[in-house]
């Protein structure tokens, strides 16, 4: 009984910024870490960042200085800060996260997506 929504996607031209969300509900008991992936058309689902608790991050390399992972445990949300977007990354970002419920041990849920569109 986890849910993961994703919600921040949309349309944007080349070197602007979004800011993504991911809302975990449900019977939680616990959550240790959430992060981003995405996944462009025809390609592999790539991870992009995560944080753990302590609010300690990591990130691709390839978005390292431009993007931002961030929390706020009140909201059991999960943001990312995406600044000077590259048409590369247009793809649709998922979130992660690993979680004990109430009710179940410690496992990986996943969000449904949302799509990220970088072009002029």
């Known amino acids: 009984q986890v849910q993961l929504v994703e919600s921040g996607g949309g349309l944007v031209q080349p070197g602007g910024s979004l800011r993504l969300s991911c809302a975990a509900s449900?019977?939680?008991?616990?959550?240790?870490?959430m992060g981003w992936y995405r996944q462009a058309p025809g390609k592999q689902r790539e991870w992009v960042a995560d944080?753990?608790?302590?609010?300690?991050?990591y990130y691709a390399d390839s978005v390292k200085g431009r993007f931002t992972i961030s929390g706020d445990n009140a909201k059991n949300t999960v943001y990312l800060q995406m600044n000077s977007l590259k048409p590369e990354e247009t793809a649709v970002y998922y979130c992660?996260?690993?979680?004990?419920?109430?009710?179940?041990?410690?496992?990986?849920?996943w969000g449904q997506g949302t799509q990220v569109t970088v072009s002029s």
């Open positions: 992660k996260a690993n979680i004990r419920a109430t009710t179940r041990g410690r496992g990986d849920y």
């Open positions: 944080i753990y608790s302590g609010s300690t991050t």
């Open positions: 449900g019977s939680i008991f616990s959550i240790y870490t």
